[in-house]
């Protein structure tokens, strides 16, 4: 292992952190919901009675977000370089997971974590691991590159 | 609740995930890349997002305690079953792949690459699959419990 120095964001990564954090206590603090993407967009799936209206106004700021800081701030479109199967397996295998183990970086690695829950401890460490391990494979394996 | 924080929320996290580093996958991938040129970054987006995240998280747990009327959705506490296990992992799988988890995947739809509709399109039929696939689950589930009598 090498350190990559000229891409490591400390600074910018800390503050973004926070702000996650503070949209994640926002929500917790004045509708008791937790803050997981993968949660509130599965909910939709079968709503429940007045229970769709938060996610999608959460979604709608989520997806706005990138607009607005544009309209304030310079930001390149970030490039996603992985070609259209393996995004679209990628997608499949992140959609049907982060379901079947009820969360994903944000509900379990964020929230989960911050309410110290067992299950999100073991979540987190587990999807962690896999992720290493799939770039490991592709990355120095399989030699697929990005 | 009020409709206004939930955007609110969404907005602010949006705008975490684009300073944090977290909308990049090239970023992510360098993160979870521990064998090569590794971007520890995304390390600091964890510690910042959780130190805010345990303050809040324990003002809520105190407040819920204080109301017990209140049935809260935090806490669901199944315990540490096959479940969670399998769908951790397969999602681990797919993020390394892709170097994109669901929220940046919604954030990254505003730029309308063709690329970040594919992801979003696909993580949405995964997630329908999971809709589907769970009433056999459920069943599955049910006769196990029944046959457990």
């Known amino acids: 292992m090498s350190?990559?120095?000229?891409?490591?964001?400390?600074?910018?990564s800390l503050g973004g952190g926070i702000l996650i954090g503070i949209a994640a206590g926002l929500l917790i603090l004045t509708s008791n919901k937790i803050l997981g993407v993968s949660g509130i967009l599965g909910g939709l799936f079968k709503p429940r009675p007045g229970d769709a209206g938060w996610r999608f106004l959460f979604i709608l700021g989520l997806f706005l977000a990138p607009l607005a800081w544009r309209s304030f701030a310079a930001m390149q479109a970030p490039p996603i370089?992985?070609?259209s199967a393996v995004l679209a397996i990628a997608g499949v295998l992140v959609g049907f997971g982060t379901r079947l183990g009820s969360g994903c970086t944000s509900g379990h690695g964020v929230c989960g974590l911050s309410r110290l829950s067992p299950r999100s401890l073991v979540a987190t460490a587990l999807f962690m691991l896999a992720g290493f391990a799939t770039v490991f494979v592709?990355?120095?394996?399989?030699?697929?590159?990005? | 609740?009020?409709?206004?924080?939930?955007f609110l929320a969404g907005l602010i996290f949006g705008t975490g995930l684009c300073l944090s580093g977290m909308i990049q996958q090239s970023k992510v991938l360098a993160f979870l890349d521990l064998a090569g040129h590794w971007d520890p970054s995304l390390a600091f987006v964890m510690a910042g997002a959780i130190s805010v995240g345990l303050v809040a998280f324990t003002i809520a747990g105190r407040r819920t305690k204080?109301?017990?009327?209140?049935?809260?959705?935090?806490?669901?506490?199944?315990?540490?079953?096959?479940?969670?296990v399998t769908g951790s992992l397969i999602f681990g799988v797919g993020w390394g792949l892709s170097g994109i988890c669901p929220?940046?995947?919604?954030?990254?739809?505003?730029?309308?690459?063709?690329?970040?509709?594919?992801?979003?399109?696909?993580?949405?039929?995964g997630m329908l699959i999971f809709e589907l696939t769970g009433q056999f689950r459920d069943l599955a589930t049910q006769n196990k419990a029944i046959e457990d009598y």
Do not use: C, E, Y
């Open chain 1, 81 to 83: 370089a992985t070609n």
């Open chain 2, 103 to 125: 929220g940046p995947g919604i954030a990254l739809l505003a730029f309308g690459s063709p690329q970040a509709i594919t992801f979003v399109v696909a993580m949405l039929a």
């Open chain 2, 66 to 84: 204080a109301l017990p009327g209140k049935a809260s959705d935090v806490s669901l506490n199944r315990g540490i079953d096959r479940r969670l």
């Open chain 1, 138 to 146: 592709t990355r120095h394996v399989i030699g697929l590159g990005g």
């Open chain 1, 3 to 12: 350190i990559d120095w000229q891409h490591f964001t400390p600074l910018t």
């Open chain 2, 1 to 6: 609740m009020i409709p206004a924080f939930s």
